[in-house]
Each structure stands twice: as structure tokens, then as C-alpha cells.
């Protein structure tokens, strides 16, 4: 059976930089492509400053650093230990799982703070 082809549909002859809208509309498609496809990039051309409020203080030195890690695991071991304890048993093996897993960290951090030197 012989089926015509139609012709191809016409295409829009109009620019997507015709008018101000569509400009806007390609630049932040870019940039959602960018920051999606391209992470690195977006990241080298931000000129924003890293949040203070979550670095770690370069003048502190690495014992009171590793002391503080193992601080923070040590609390987060026994928060999840205290959460584990309200669950059934399904949920609450899947958390104590977690929580030996922020228990080696916690191992991990100890051993490294034992072989710290002392500056004097």
C-alpha cells in the first residue's frame, strides 16, 4: 500500500532572541544546564565566599580539631543509639547500622588524635 509522506512541518522562523522574554527564558535554561551538567564550572565562576560558619578554623590546630570530631561522633553515636531504641525492629537495625558506622569514624578519629605530636 502506498502511504504519501507529508512535507515536513514548518519551522518557527523566529529567533529565541527576538524578544526579551525568550532571552531571559534561554539564559536561565544555561544556567540550569550549567549547574547541572557542568558543576565544576559554576563552582570556579562563583565569586561568593564559603559560609564562615562551617569551616573549620584554620588557626586551630590538628589535635583540638581531631578532639572535636570526636566529640561531635561520640554525640551523634549516642543520639542515634537513644533514636534506635524508640523503633521496631526493622527500622531500628537499619539505624544501629548507622550508628556503628559513626562509631568506627569515632574509633578512627581517636586513633588518629593519639598519634598526634605536640607542637610546643
Do not use: C, W
Given at each position: 500500500?502506498?502511504?504519501?509522506?507529508?512535507?515536513?512541518?514548518?519551522?518557527?522562523?523566529?529567533?529565541?532572541?527576538?524578544?526579551?522574554?525568550?532571552?531571559?527564558?534561554?539564559?536561565?535554561?544555561?544556567?540550569?544546564?550549567?549547574?547541572?551538567?557542568?558543576?565544576?564550572?559554576?563552582?570556579?565562576?562563583?565569586?561568593?565566599?564559603?559560609?564562615p560558619m562551617?569551616?573549620?578554623?584554620?588557626?586551630?590546630?590538628?589535635?583540638?580539631?581531631?578532639?572535636?570530631?570526636?566529640?561531635?561522633?561520640?554525640?551523634?553515636?549516642?543520639?542515634?543509639?537513644?533514636?534506635?531504641?524508640?523503633?521496631?525492629?526493622?527500622?531500628?537495625?537499619?539505624l544501629l547500622?548507622i550508628t556503628?558506622?559513626?562509631?568506627?569514624?569515632?574509633?578512627?578519629?581517636?586513633?588518629?588524635?593519639?598519634?598526634?605530636?605536640?607542637?610546643?
Amino acid at each position: 500500500m502506498f502511504k504519501p509522506t507529508p512535507n515536513p512541518p514548518g519551522s518557527d522562523p523566529a529567533s529565541p532572541y527576538e524578544s526579551l522574554d525568550s532571552k531571559k527564558f534561554h539564559e536561565a535554561a544555561e544556567r540550569a544546564l550549567d549547574h547541572y551538567l557542568n558543576p565544576a564550572a559554576h563552582i570556579m565562576a562563583s565569586t561568593n565566599e564559603p559560609e564562615p560558619m562551617f569551616l573549620a578554623n584554620p588557626k586551630y590546630d590538628t589535635e583540638s580539631l581531631l578532639a572535636n570530631a570526636s566529640e561531635s561522633l561520640g554525640s551523634a553515636t549516642t543520639m542515634l543509639s537513644n533514636f534506635a531504641a524508640l523503633l521496631e525492629n526493622s527500622h531500628r537495625k537499619t539505624l544501629l547500622g548507622i550508628t556503628q558506622v559513626v562509631m568506627l569514624g569515632e574509633l578512627a578519629v581517636n586513633q588518629a588524635l593519639d598519634k598526634v605530636e605536640l607542637k610546643e
